[in-house]
């Protein structure tokens, strides 16, 4: 897969090692148009109508995985199916085995969530909470990263909407655009 291997070569130009020691991960829900396929919801938090993407980044914000549902899939259950994608994919299974730490948000918190993610990966899990006296925005450490990786791959217009009918080719594009920006970084 040409993702793996661009993230490989930039890990290798940054000094760093082939495959990621820790990893950042976030979902995003986004707005389907009438086209939208069979693979839609409704996120209540968010009150959109749509699908969700799940990501995976190392610390460097390079994505590893994407995994694309109806929005109105939780966070647990999302997170539950990106993690047997990245078992299932030999080439994602390769460039994540080095990984023992995943920073999640606040809405991937649970015990099941996190067992699931010891017995299939190993991996430790570790929640990032924002202070309970903020107000208004603040950059969270660690888990900037993926917001920016979102925030470059919303660069694409294509991803602006998700205007695909089927789910692997709303994955493919986030893939495709993520490739586009990788590309120049080499």
């Known amino acids: 897969m040409i993702n793996c291997l661009l993230v490989k070569k930039i890990r290798k130009k940054a000094g760093r090692k082939k495959r990621p020691s820790a990893g950042c991960l976030d979902s995003q829900s986004t707005k389907t148009t009438a086209c939208g396929g069979r693979h839609r919801g409704y996120d209540a938090g968010k ?16 994505l590893l995985a994407v995994w694309v549902c109806a929005a109105s899939v939780s966070e647990k259950m999302g ?90 080719n709303s994955q493919s594009m986030v893939y495709l655009a993520m490739i586009s920006i990788m590309l120049k970084r080499c």
């Open 47 to 62: 009150q959109i109508n749509g699908r969700k993407r799940f990501i995976l980044t190392d610390s460097q914000g390079l």
């Open 79 to 168: 997170a539950k199916c990106l993690l047997r994608y990245l078992r299932w994919s030999s080439c994602l299974n390769d460039l994540c085995k080095r990984v023992k730490l995943v920073w999640v948000d606040g809405g991937f918190r649970g015990n099941n969530l996190q067992q699931f993610m010891k017995n299939l990966w190993g991996w430790c899990w570790q929640v990032v909470f924002r202070a309970d006296d903020q107000k208004g925005f603040k950059v969270l450490p660690r888990r900037w990263v993926v917001e920016r990786t979102f925030a470059c791959i919303l660069q694409s217009r294509r991803l602006s909407k998700d205007y695909e009918k089927k789910r692997i």
